[in-house]
Each structure stands twice: as structure tokens, then as C-alpha cells.
């Protein structure tokens, strides 16, 4: 079994930052894959930004020169430093991670519980 386990949401104020990560336990073989999703209320779930275990980094345009999407290999840790807040980056925010577990190489995709940002004045 793997799981992901968040932290590190809450609420700042406009032009703050915050940092969050999600850690990765179980019983992995690799992790491939990491990123961060975020769902405002009434909108759809959409991707902030991935990081592969390669190093590949991928991010929304709304966030770019503002997030830094980052993470330790050695305990499966990715982290998303958010700068410049703004009350457009509300939402909950979702870790994904994929790869290979067990003795047997089962793949999985899984997702955080959710980490509230709440950028208010």
C-alpha cells in the first residue's frame, strides 16, 4: 500500500507565500511522477505543476515565474513553493503521484486528501 500525506496549506495574505508538501510512504519501488493539482469551488480540478523523477518540470501558465515545483528522490517528497499570492489562488490543493509498489511492481497513480490556501486580507 502506498499513500500520500499533505501539508502545509493555509491562509496568507495577497502577495505572501506559502509552501506546501506531500510526502510518499509505503511500500514503494519508485516513484515516477509528482505534482500538484488545485479545484477552486465551482471550477474544475486543473494541473499547477509536475515534476518527473528525470527532473522534467511542467507548470500552468498562471503560476509560472510565481511556483516552484520541487522534490527529494531520497523520501519520495515533492514540495510546491508558492510566492506572490493572490486570492486567484484559492482552492484546495491536491498532490498526484505515480509509480510502482510491492514485491510484484503494482503501479499506482494516487492523490492527496487536499490542503486548503486561503489568500485573504
Known amino acids: 500500500q502506498v499513500q500520500l500525506v499533505e501539508s502545509g496549506g493555509g491562509l496568507v495574505q495577497p502577495g505572501g507565500s506559502l509552501r506546501l508538501s506531500c510526502a510518499a510512504s509505503?511500500?514503494?519501488?519508485?516513484?515516477?511522477?509528482m505534482g500538484w493539482y488545485r479545484q477552486a469551488p465551482g471550477k474544475q480540478r486543473e494541473l499547477v505543476a509536475t515534476?518527473?523523477?528525470?527532473?522534467?518540470?511542467n507548470y500552468a501558465d498562471s503560476v509560472k515565474g510565481r511556483f516552484t515545483i520541487s522534490r527529494d528522490n531520497a523520501s519520495d517528497t515533492v514540495y510546491l513553493q508558492m510566492n506572490t499570492l493572490s486570492p486567484e489562488d484559492m482552492a484546495v490543493y491536491y498532490c498526484n503521484a505515480d509509480g510502482y509498489y510491492g514485491g510484484s511492481l503494482r503501479a499506482f497513480n494516487l492523490w492527496g486528501q487536499g490542503t486548503h490556501v486561503n489568500v485573504s486580507s
Open positions: 515534476l518527473t523523477s528525470g527532473g522534467s518540470t
Open positions: 509505503g511500500s514503494i519501488f519508485t516513484v515516477n511522477a
